[in-house]
């Protein structure tokens, strides 16, 4: 299905230029024929039937008849009650040249997507394809098409401000660097990238120790992301707050505000291997704000860098001078300067980011949204080593992840975190310490005290029945009791294996079950709600989470 029309525009355009044409793109505004409820019925008892539609048992939206149905028997104008459920997009959906991949493939899955009750998909839209090779000039057509083609099909769309770096290097196939102009600034000045101890950079997203510093061609990276922010306001100004719903803001490695202690590629099994992480604080501009604030407090030896006695990646931080339980250094007063500094960066950054995505999204009536990690494989100890190193100053005696909420709920973002489909009791096999379920409960947590709205997410691609149970309790958890509860699920992320008969039937059957606006009423054994795990809690954490809102 071809989705660019022959009078599209240019998507190639200056930030000062006016992206014109948007008028000549008749369809996109062109309402859809209402069908009888009845039809509509039909199409999703088929997609859900636990009949397989074809020899192969699969219900593959290549299935000519099923094409057909979904073609031409859903209505786009759907009303949502409960939770709405999106999908990530593949990584690759737009090509380095700005093309769109497998573009009947993707038409077809949206319409599988959208008749299953999807309320829409993720968007990742890369700085680096975007405004591959040269500042100010970006090249926004591949989103365009795929915006254009979730209109047709009744999608909404969440778009996300992907500042990082993807994949691991040229020979990966999801490789997407920085913009090229970026890393030819970075070959010029390295200390623009972090640095750990061992002096190992890291590239996946600039050091925001030079947020505000003209290192970009004579822009500060905050004016490189606001001037990307605006231009793509600018250029998609007619689908926000209609089919662009949401705007996730990229603030860190993986898009979420962190710093990158652990390699995005190792950090999805990093808590299988307990690894520490490495504080990110040795490139020149971090280590010359850790100079200043250690000379403003009288303490001039406190700036010369990171911890000492932090031990190695894979160490237990019972054996490190710095993380240990018992008189750990990081109960001292100068792990505490550090710590409060290394997290107040980070949460710095963060701020600077929103304030100016709330400046360029105002008035367009679309949610802005920013993603904590989930880093959880030593949330059982007291300090907490591979939060601290990513930026949480959390500890079994500071919530360090309401700071962040509070800032996020100043600015009306809302709060992405993931993990949803992760146990305690399956992750406890391989690593006592770790607890998912622990973390998750406390970023929930923060997230009713200070009234912010919460889009859930997977850690994996897991589509077996257990998570998605999982997802619904732990979204039960959040929204007990609220009046109006705000939660909605980025399942992450679409691939051949959700189309796959058994996957796609338990699929639909959970978009269905968060669907339902009787989700957080009763059902689901839940084991106890949200007001009996703030009663339980009596350590100190939960204490100054009250005293904070």
């Known amino acids: 299905m071809a989705i660019a029309s022959p009078s599209a525009p240019n998507f190639c355009c200056t930030r000062t230029e006016s992206p014109a044409g948007f008028s000549r793109f008749p369809s996109i ?5 209402t069908h009888p409820l009845t ?3 039909v199409i999703s008892s088929r997609l859900n039937s636990s009949t397989p539609s074809g020899a192969g048992g699969s219900v593959s939206p290549d299935n000519g008849d099923l094409q057909y149905e979904l073609f031409h028997g859903f209505s786009p104008q759907r009303r949502r009650r409960g939770s709405p459920v999106f999908v990530t997009l593949p990584v690759d959906s737009v090509g380095p040249a700005g093309q769109v991949r497998r573009r009947k493939a993707m038409a077809q899955s949206f319409r599988a997507l959208a008749a299953a009750g999807v309320e829409g998909v993720v968007m990742e839209v890369w ?4 405004e591959r090779d040269r500042p100010r000039v970006y090249n926004w057509q591949g989103y365009l098409e795929i915006i254009v083609l979730a209109r047709r099909c009744g999608l909404k769309v969440r778009a996300v401000m992907a500042f990082h770096q993807c994949g691991t290097g040229p020979g990966d196939p999801h490789w997407i660097p920085l913009p090229l102009w970026v890393l030819e600034e970075i070959d010029k000045d390295p200390d ?4 750990d101890r061992f002096g190992r950079r890291n590239m996946e997203y600039i050091s925001l120790g030079c947020d505000i510093l003209p290192v970009l061609c004579g822009r500060s990276p905050i004016q490189a992301y606001t001037d990307f922010m605006r ?3 600018d250029a998609f100004r007619p689908f926000l707050g209609a089919i662009i719903t949401g705007i996730q803001v990229g603030m860190g490695p993986a898009g979420e505000l962190r710093y990158p202690s652990c390699p995005t590629q190792k950090l999805a099994w990093a808590w299988r291997s307990r690894e520490l992480g490495e504080f990110q604080c040795y490139d020149k501009y971090m280590l010359a704000s850790l100079n ?3 000379r403003e407090i009288g303490m001039r030896e406190w700036g010369d860098g990171g911890p000492i006695g932090t031990g190695n990646l894979m160490q237990n931080p019972e054996q490190t001078e710095f993380f240990r339980s018992d008189k750990g250094s990081w109960k001292s007063p100068y792990g505490n300067f550090f710590l409060e500094w290394y997290s107040g960066m980070l949460l710095l950054h963060g701020e600077r980011i929103c304030r100016e995505a709330e400046t360029v999204f105002r008035g367009t009536e679309v949610n802005t949204s920013a993603k904590v990690a989930g880093i959880h494989w030593h949330y059982g100890t007291e300090s907490h080593p591979s939060e ?5 100053y959390n500890t079994s005696m500071r919530d360090g992840y309401l700071p962040i909420v509070r800032m996020l709920a100043r600015y009306g973002f809302t709060l992405c975190c993931s993990c949803f489909e992760m146990q305690d009791k399956e992750e406890k096999q391989m690593n006592p310490v770790s607890s998912p379920e622990g973390y998750l409960k406390q970023l929930l947590l923060a997230a009713r005290l200070c009234d912010i709205p919460l889009e859930g997410e997977n850690a994996a691609s897991n589509l077996d029945d257990g998570s998605f149970q999982q997802v619904v309790k732990m979204s039960k958890f959040y929204s007990d009791g609220l009046e109006k509860p705000s939660f909605s699920f980025n399942f992450v992320r679409m691939d051949k294996n959700m189309f796959e008969y058994q996957n796609w039937v338990r699929f639909t059957r959970f978009v269905r079950q968060m669907s339902s606006a009787n989700i957080f009423r009763a ?3 839940f084991g106890g709600d949200i007001h009996q795990f703030i009663t339980s809690r009596s350590d100190a954490k939960f204490g100054m989470a009250f005293a904070y809102c």
């Open 29 to 33: 505004a062109r309402t859809h024929s």
């Open 39 to 41: 039809r509509r019925l």
């Open 127 to 130: 700085w680096g394809l975007v």
């Open 192 to 195: 623009l990238a972090y640095s």
């Open 231 to 233: 231009d793509f306001r």
């Open 292 to 294: 200043a604030c250690a």
């Open 388 to 392: 601290l190193t990513a930026g949480y």
């Open 523 to 525: 059902k689901l054994g």
